[in-house]
């Protein structure tokens, strides 16, 4: 049986962590990962593990993707750093996937407007089209000022709606899943570049000088 083209991805920019095994641009099968000490004690072994279970060799795979972020600067960095040092090791192309993407590919509008908590007060958000292509750029702002600039008709995706419901007076909100390492896989297959061209979507470039307590 020949095999198809294989990504291995990962997120590990906030506090609920995931991988995936992608093939084809279906998810062969996706974990998620938790660790209070921080993702990169955990990543590489789950990895291994992961793709051991289901018989794939690192020269077998095409690409290796990973979240880009928003979210805290040190997860988006071990991810990053992970996916790149995996895809120049093996020779093969690697992936910066958008968080805000990938949650915008659960929705059904014409208009999709990812979001979830950045802290101080504010969300980070985004709005995306149909086909998830980002119309503007991702923000860093608090709720209400980011609903104003929005498309009445846009469709709201989040992974805790119920966080936002007073504020959001009312308004449908789509929920999203927590583990996007398997949409990131498969948003890959059309991104895939060389690994030194990797960068993050941190949003609030100033993270990098705060004192954050590492949530991923």
Known sequence: ???????????????FGSIALVED??????VALVSTDGFGRVLFSSIAELMERHGWRFDQVAGFAAGSGPGSF?????????AKGMAESAGVQAAAVSNLKAMASFGTA?????FFDARRDEIFGALYDSGLA????????TL?????????EAELLTPNPASYLEALGGRSVTATPR???GVIGRLALTELQD???????????????LNWKDEG
């Open 195 to 209: 690994p030194v061209a990797l960068d993050a979507n941190y949003v609030r470039r100033n993270d990098a000088k």
């Open 134 to 141: 980002e119309v503007g750029t991702s923000t860093a702002q």
């Open 74 to 82: 040190t997860g988006v960095r071990v991810g990053l750093a992970a």
């Open 144 to 152: 209400p000022d980011w609903l104003a600039g929005l498309p009445a």
């Open 179 to 181: 583990a996007l390492a």
């Open 1 to 15: 049986m020949s095999q198809g083209q294989r990504i291995v991805a990962m997120d590990t920019t906030g506090e």
């Open 110 to 114: 014409d208009w999709r407007a990812p």
């Open 25 to 30: 641009g279906e998810v062969v099968e996706e």
